[in-house]
């Protein structure tokens, strides 16, 4: 399995790699040369079995939702009819255990193993969960380690534990492209340390952190590591296992396709379940739940993360979202991500960077995710032009549009009629 950070595994081997750099056709900008790298793109014929309404929409923001799955229809239409409506409330039998049994099959994509993964609640909700057990389970530390570009909902829920818990957040400046260095988090490590976190993929730059270096770090401290996959779970070979990763938490509404608002799943290794405790104590949680007794005692394992009653509809859909990347292969998904990135970077390169756009990415693609920022002080109105011509990015303050590139998805043509349409606009 491969480590989140290494610079060989996340790159995918060179013959499954699709390349932008050695172009079989002469010119990288040449709508031959996306026809020739769709045409040798193993995952090519993934992109089938999503709903595609409108053909002519090039779809770059499967970072913020992934595209409807087809399976995904016909199993909700399922689980509506024959599940809901036929069996009502004699589903529950074998919905209780849903958010285990859909995690499980989730697990080996983020390099986690069996039951220490649960899908439920939403990714906020679960960071909550994990950041406060962390500090209760290192009694006399008060410190919470993480970086002013972590995304919002991260920072918003450390600031109010720390007010809650009297505990004091040490910020890391990091840059604004290549994210937090292992050296820049060692310098803020000290025994008072109890909480180190960051997002694995930056939400803006795409920057990705090295997992494995900063976890050994924040252990040699004796911290705890709580990791944000939400931008790499489904893009990006995570080892959370290999990593020695703690805990985890992220999306499935995105490289995941579980839909929007699907609930999110968290991780805890297994040496550490019986030492955390979760500070919502919900039902969910509670052994023998149904004697309905008083005074909660939690369920062993990662069962006992869970709060309140899943919603069934949703963790179907994320069923199928993760099998489809499970069948496709998280080494061929890296591939093809750092393929599609490679090629948007070449085109940025070429006809965006001498129409006054920077690269707001890392180039390195040992140190990326699956979306490339490009910068440009007119940004927010190129984005909003882009909409409305068809082509879907997204925008993120100050001045960076991302485009989200999907590796079951997007394809080669699509990032260069995007990039193209994005040039034609600047250029007016
Ligand atoms: C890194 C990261 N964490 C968390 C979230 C969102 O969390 P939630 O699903 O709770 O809104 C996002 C959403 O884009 C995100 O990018």
């Known amino acids: 399995m491969t480590h989140a950070g290494s610079a060989a595994d996340q790159a ?12 079989p056709s002469q010119l990288v900008t040449e709508a031959s040369h996306a026809a020739a ?13 999503f709903v595609v309404r409108d053909p002519r929409l090039v779809y770059l923001d499967g970072n913020s939702l992934g595209r409807l799955p087809r399976a995904t229809v016909e199993r909700l239409r399922e689980v509506v009819d024959d599940e809901w409506g036929g069996q009502l409330v004699r589903g529950w039998d074998h919905w209780l255990d849903a958010p285990l049994r859909v995690a499980d099959g989730l697990a080996p994509l983020i390099g986690a193993g069996p039951g220490e993964v649960v899908v439920a609640d939403s990714t906020t909700v679960n960071f909550y969960k994990l950041a406060w057990a962390a500090l209760g389970a290192r ?11 972590n995304f919002p909902t991260n920072r918003y829920v450390l600031e109010g534990l720390a007010e809650q818990r009297s505990a004091e957040i040490r910020w890391l ?25 960051f997002s694995l993929v930056n939400y803006r730059s795409a920057a990705l952190a090295d997992l494995a270096a900063i976890t050994a770090l924040a252990h040699d401290a004796g911290a705890l590591v709580l990791w944000d996959l939400s931008h790499a779970a489904g893009a990006v070979a995570v080892d959370l296992e290999g990593g020695d990763a703690d805990l985890a938490v992220g999306c499935t509404y995105k490289y995941l396709n ?5 609930p999110a799943f968290l991780y805890v290794r297994r040496a550490l379940q019986a030492g955390l405790r979760n500070p919502i104590q919900g039902w969910f949680a509670q052994r023998d739940q149904f004697a309905m007794g008083h005074g909660f005692r939690a369920v062993g394992g990662i069962g006992a993360w869970l709060t309140g009653t899943p919603g ?17 292969g998280m080494d061929a998904v890296r591939a093809k991500s750092v393929a599609l990135t490679e090629y948007a970077i070449a085109l940025h390169d070429a006809w965006l960077a001498p129409l006054g756009f920077t690269l707001g990415t890392p180039r390195e693609a040992a140190r ?19 909409i409305a011509r068809g082509v879907i990015p997204d925008f993120r303050e100050p001045d960076s549009i991302r485009l989200g590139l999907s590796p079951l998805t997007t394809s080669f043509g699509d990032v260069r009629t995007g990039i193209a349409a994005l040039r034609e606009l600047a250029a007016e």
């Open 12 to 23: 995918g081997t060179e013959e499954q790699r699709p390349s932008a750099a050695t172009p």
């Open 37 to 49: 790298l769709d045409a040798a793109d193993s995952l090519g014929d993934f992109r089938q079995r």
């Open 139 to 149: 009694t006399g530390r008060r410190a919470i380690v993480t970086d002013r570009d």
């Open 173 to 197: 400046d990091g840059d604004p492209i290549d994210g937090p260095q292992p050296a820049d988090v060692a310098a803020l490590l000290d025994a008072n340390v109890a909480l180190v976190t």
């Open 258 to 262: 579980g839909g929007p608002g699907a």
């Open 312 to 328: 069934i509809l949703a963790l179907a859909a994320v069923d199928e979202g993760a099998a489809l990347t499970a069948e496709a």
């Open 368 to 386: 990326r995710g699956s979306h490339v920022a490009v910068r440009h002080r007119d940004a927010r109105r190129l984005c909003a032009r882009l």
